[in-house]
């Protein structure tokens, strides 16, 4: 497919779901416009590029996250499958979940990094024939919507801004957050009535050889989720919770691609990450929690 057809085929995509999103500079509704621009009633213009996405950051932001770390991740969990146990634990719960019969299933992924769990996840919920899944990734890093839209078609990509997300409330019947940061007060405004949040958050054990090969300090080997869940607790009802724990043996060209797309390794010594990346196999923990939330009735 040409870059160009890219560009048609996601403002093509875009424009059956326009009535989601809402202007970053305005909050007015917006429109898709000649298969080239989403527009506000105000004419706020945010083009669509040749790529398939759409930038809906108002100001730009520059992050660690670059386009070497979005391809290590992609090789390691769309080509290798690193995640696939997590991916069909969560697809597990929405299918339990939700709601039978909708018409409709959107998700939304925030942070959603170069989208391969979004993908993931949207091809394996099982719907009815008169079904669809509509599914939208945004993340903050427009080198990772920029990989997302270059290998996943028929799905929203946006870069936007977590503390101001460019759709209207109550519009998502699932909202995903995986390993990356959230906004809790903006999940509540998106989610519809029986809407669910998917947070997945790390356990103790979650790349427990990474951390004990980077660092000495005991306080960096060792990690403990009980903040985030408790803060998590603080805005949802959580109506299910489960443990994904596995290892994986990792060749090496896994394990450059792990370390190159952890954050870890950013605070570690060179000689310490140098020392793990030639390693020719390492067996490797995945020890996650996963909740799922429903806003509050009484807060």
């Known amino acids: 497919m040409s870059k160009m057809n890219k560009k048609v085929k996601s403002a093509t995509y875009v424009s059956n779901f326009e009535s989601v999103f809402k202007c970053p500079v305005c909050s007015a509704s917006m429109h898709v416009v000649a298969l080239e621009s989403l527009v506000c009633e105000k004419n706020h213009t945010f083009d669509f590029t040749k790529q398939g996405y759409i930038n809906l950051m108002i100001k730009q932001s520059k992050t660690k996250y670059g386009k070497d770390l979005f391809t290590e991740r992609h090789s390691l969990i769309a080509e290798k499958g690193f995640f ?120 103790s054990g979650y790349l427990k050889e990474l951390r004990e090969a980077f660092f000495a300090e005991p306080e960096k080997q060792n990690y403990s989720n009980a903040e985030t869940v408790a803060r998590f607790r603080e805005y949802f009802e959580i109506v299910a919770s489960s443990r994904v724990f596995y290892r994986q043996t990792l060749d090496r060209s896994s394990i450059q691609s792990l370390v190159k797309m952890t954050p870890l390794a950013w605070s570690a010594s060179e000689a310490r990450v140098a020392s793990f990346l030639a390693k020719e196999t390492a067996e490797i923990t995945v020890d996650l929690e996963v909740l799922v939330g429903r806003e509050m009735v009484h807060k």
């Open 84 to 203: 696939k146990p997590l991916m069909a634990a969560i697809t597990d719960i929405i299918n339990t979940q939700k709601k039978q019969g909708n018409e409709q299933l959107s998700l939304l992924d925030t942070g959603c990094g170069e989208g391969s769990h979004l993908a993931d996840i949207c091809e394996r919920i099982s719907i009815g024939e008169d079904s669809s899944v509509m599914g939208a990734g945004i993340d903050i890093a427009k080198e990772g919507i920029l990989s997302a839209a270059k290998h996943y078609s028929n799905m929203i990509w946006a870069v936007a801004d977590l503390a101001h997300i460019p759709f209207k409330d109550q519009q998502f019947d699932v909202i995903l957050n995986i390993l990356s940061p959230s906004n809790y007060t903006e999940f509540n405004r998106l989610l519809k009535k029986d809407g669910l949040v998917v947070k997945v958050v790390p356990r």
